[in-house]
C-alpha cells in the first residue's frame, strides 16, 4: 500500500529518483554509506530543504541542505555525511561541487532491507524506494557492494522495482574504494555482458576469478591510497 501510494504522489511529476544505495559499506557506518539520486526530469529541480530519510517512524529525516542548490536535469548527485574531497579520494572519483552534497546528519540505512525516501521542503515524499535482499531484488546482498539502479533513467517509476536493481560487484564501471566497497558513484554502470555471466554459471572460475582480480587491480591503481577520515562516527 505504501508502494502504491508514492507512485500515487508522484505521477505527473516525478523528476528526482534514487538510482544508488550504499547501505551496507565495509567502510564505518554510517559515514561510508551514500545515496545517488538522479533528475529525470527536463528541468533543474532546488533541493534546498529537502531530507532524505529512512522508513516512515524510523530514524530523524536529514536534511540534504538549507541553502539553495540545483541539481540539474539528466544529473546525478551524491549524498553523503563525508567531504566532497574525502570521498573523491576514497572512491577515485572526480566528482564537482555540483554533483555533491554534504549533509550534516545522517538517515542511516538497514543492513538487510529499509526504505530510502526523499522529501521535498514541504515534507512531501517525491521518491521513496524500499529495497531487500530477498527476490526481486538481487538475493542474497553483500556487504561492500551498493545496489545500482539498471532501468530505464527516463521512466518515472521503473527505479521502484526491486528486478531493476542488481548489486554493484556484477556490473560493468564500477570502482572499488579504499576501503574494498564496491560501487558506480555518479556513473550509470550496464549489467555484465551476458555471456560472461554463462561462463560464470557453467563454473568457468578460473576466468571469471581471474577477470575480477585483474578489475579490482585496476580500480585501485585509479585511487588515492591515502585515505582521510571524516571522524563522523555511530554505531551501524
Ligand atoms: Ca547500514
Ligand atoms: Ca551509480
Not at 156 to 183: F, K
Not at 198 to 215: V, Y
Amino acid at each position: 500500500m505504501l508502494m502504491a501510494a508514492v507512485l500515487s504522489a508522484n505521477s505527473g511529476h516525478a523528476a528526482i529518483i534514487i538510482t544508488e544505495i550504499m547501505y551496507d559499506p565495509l567502510g564505518t557506518e554510517p559515514a561510508a554509506e551514500w545515496i545517488e539520486i538522479y533528475n529525470n526530469g527536463g528541468s533543474a529541480v532546488d533541493l534546498q530543504n529537502w531530507q532524505i530519510d529512512d522508513i516512515a517512524g524510523g530514524e530523524s529525516a536529514a536534511t540534504l541542505t538549507t541553502s539553495s542548490f540545483s541539481i540539474a536535469a539528466g544529473g546525478f548527485v551524491i549524498l553523503s555525511t563525508r567531504t566532497l574531497s574525502v570521498f573523491n579520494s576514497t572512491w577515485g572519483t572526480s566528482l564537482s561541487s555540483a554533483q555533491f552534497l554534504q549533509l550534516a546528519s545522517w538517515a542511516q540505512f538497514n543492513n538487510t532491507g529499509d526504505e530510502v525516501r526523499l522529501l521535498d521542503s514541504s515534507s512531501v515524499v517525491q521518491s521513496s524506494v524500499t529495497y531487500t535482499e530477498s527476490s526481486p531484488w538481487p538475493s542474497g546482498g553483500a556487504a561492500g557492494t551498493s545496489y545500482g539502479f539498471v532501468g530505464d533513467l527516463g521512466d518515472a517509476s521503473a527505479y521502484t522495482l526491486g528486478g531493476n536493481w542488481r548489486l554493484s560487484s556484477t556490473l560493468d564501471g564500477v570502482l572499488t574504494s579504499s576501503e574494498s566497497d564496491t560501487g558506480s558513484p555518479g556513473i550509470q554502470p550496464v549489467p555484465e555482458p551476458v555471456h560472461f555471466t554463462l561462463f560464470c554459471a557453467l563454473g568457468l572460475l578460473a576466468i571469471c576469478g581471474g577477470r575480477t582480480w585483474l578489475d579490482s587491480r585496476r580500480s585501485r591503481q585509479k585511487l588515492n591510497p591515502v585515505f582521510q577520515h571524516s571522524g563522523f562516527e555511530a554505531s551501524p
